[in-house]
């Protein structure tokens, strides 16, 4: 099955930046990517997505400040992440999947990274 493994998060102070990385490993081809965010206690949240093409979509509080983009050749994604406030402090978690039409609907992915905490301090 395809594996997805998330980095970079961590603790920031508000309007700071982090870029967040997930790595890819199995079949990759044809892939739609995506980012989801699961504050404590909270259900989870589509926050920016990407398909096979590279076409993006992002929730609306981000856009502007949040950045999806990927290396093909390195199986790679990121999520650049700027000017970040505190109700953003939450487990970014990757995922994937083969179809789906609602791309920031998080049950739309079959496959999910485990998960990488970014705290964002006032």
């Known amino acids: 099955q395809v594996r997805l493994r998330e980095s970079g998060g961590g603790s920031v102070q508000a309007g700071g930046s982090l870029r967040l990385t997930c790595t890819v490993s199995?079949?990759?081809?044809?892939?739609?990517l995506g980012w989801s965010r699961r504050p404590p206690g909270e259900n989870s949240e589509g926050v920016a997505a990407i398909d096979s093409y590279g076409t993006t979509k992002y929730e609306y509080s981000v856009k502007g400040r949040f950045t999806i983009s990927k290396d093909n050749a390195e199986n790679t994604l990121y999520l650049q992440k700027t000017s970040l406030k505190p109700e953003e402090s939450a487990m970014y978690y990757c995922?994937?999947?083969?179809?789906?039409?609602?791309?920031?609907?998080?049950?739309?992915?079959?496959?999910w990274g485990r998960g990488t905490q970014v705290t964002v301090s006032s």
């Open positions: 199995g079949a990759a081809d044809n892939l739609k």
């Open positions: 995922a994937a999947s083969y179809s789906g039409s609602d791309a920031l609907n998080p049950s739309a992915y079959t496959y």
